[in-house]
């Protein structure tokens, strides 16, 4: 009997290693390629984070939300976004993802990421962003 706990409690650990391993290789929240699709990019990586707990379908919408509008350079250094603040193209990444942080972060649950509902109220905050 104690040899078969040992042995699920290997393969759960095996198991959950193996699913890190490749979440960190495949997971779109590192480096979305510039021609993904806004639903390319979030759907994939709203599943990989919600398998993983703690998460909650309200935080990952929000860690996808930002990897999938803003892209990675803005990332890369705190400096040079900062310096970057003043393009117009940053502005409207932010305004975006604002818009989109408060509009559109509850769509998804934990059974349905409901791409195609956020993709749409992402472009419909971009449509608000660039009027303004």
Known sequence: MERSRIAAALVVALVVCGMATAVAQLSPVAQPSPATSFRDCY???????????PHSAFGCSLDCLRSCIIPQAHHAAAA??????TR????????KLGCASSLCANISTRQNPSGEKVESCVGSCSGLCTSN
């Open 43 to 53: 759907i994939p990586c709203f599943i990989l984070c919600i398998v993983i707990p």
């Open 80 to 85: 040079a976004a900062a310096a970057a603040a």
């Open 88 to 95: 117009p193209e940053t502005r409207l990444h932010f305004c």
